[in-house]
């Protein structure tokens, strides 16, 4: 394999002794001097085995591995023949958590009449999600505008807390409100 070299640039003021410019001179300049580049890593540990042996040696690892997490979660080492519903059994109420969840999805699902219109709203919704997610790293990029921004939501804090929460005849109309508010929602 050939090595290819790169040339960087040596002031003029320093000099190479002679016993170790025995690298090859790339440059057309003499103030120039070749370097030799670094060769790619092997990527043989990635790929998968080329031979049986080594297939044997991964299912070994693979084996040692399932039990060295079985001794340390304290279950019981799982055969070689076990499927995975077996294994999932070792969870304790996971399994059932999640096929509540996933029932009470699969009935809602069903209750909605408008399937496309709810579609919809959901994937407008992670598109506007995604989109405020950009405009607010641009502004947090722009000097001085994170700090004004949260001098402004400081201010408005303040001014809230002042209007609505330190009087109790403010307060009560505040959680009269919210509860009108969410009777005309519900």
Known sequence: MASSTAAIAVPSSTTLPEAKSARPQVAASPQCVGLPTLTPAP?????????????KSMASCRRIARSVMAMATGDAVAEVGADI??????????GTDISDITKSIVEAWDKIEDKYAVTSLAVAGVVALVGASGVISAVEQLPLVPGALEVVGIGYTGWFAYRNLIYKPDRQALIQKIKDTWKNII
């Open 85 to 94: 519903s077996s294994v999932g059994a070792n969870i304790s109420g996971v």
């Open 43 to 55: 990527t043989a540990a990635h790929s998968r085995p080329q031979n049986r042996e080594g297939w």
